[in-house]
């Protein structure tokens, strides 16, 4: 059974930080892009950031550039989203998600192109 699993959430005060895990199971990942997605009570799921299958390409949505960094241990089947600087608007659910490519450049950002979920980790960030 493929499975990718979150951890690290929690609560954090404004300004703090905290660092999320994703562990893949059932199968090797290291040919798929990965991203992480959050969805907010009453709100879309949004694109976070993502990472190529090589790991040399990397895209993050504008309101966490220069906060958040994606990253990825292929031999450990895991990718990690370090959030800096945390905001109250970043309280949210964060899924990672996974899609296999031949392409080592590739980062989408749409969700119809991720085929694997995970279950999700609460971030909740207070004032």
């Known amino acids: 059974q493929v499975q990718l699993v979150e951890s690290g959430g929690g609560l954090v005060q404004a300004g703090g930080s905290l660092r999320l895990s994703c562990v893949g199971s059932?199968?090797?990942?290291?040919?798929?892009?990965m991203g992480w997605f959050r969805q907010a009570p009453g709100k879309e799921r949004e694109f976070v950031a993502g990472?190529?299958?090589?790991?040399?390409?990397?895209l993050y949505t504008d309101s966490v550039e220069g906060r958040f960094t994606i990253s990825r241990d292929s031999s450990k089947n895991t990718v990690y989203l370090q959030m800096n600087r945390l905001q109250i608007e970043d309280t949210a659910d964060y899924s990672c998600?996974?899609?296999?490519?031949?392409?080592?450049?590739?980062?989408?950002?749409?969700?119809?192109?991720?085929?694997?979920w995970g279950q999700g980790t609460q971030v909740t960030v207070s004032s």
């Open positions: 059932g199968r090797t990942f290291s040919a798929d892009f």
């Open positions: 990472i190529s299958r090589s790991g040399r390409e990397t």
């Open positions: 998600a996974a899609g296999f490519t031949f392409s080592p450049t590739a980062v989408p950002s749409t969700p119809t192109q991720y085929t694997y």
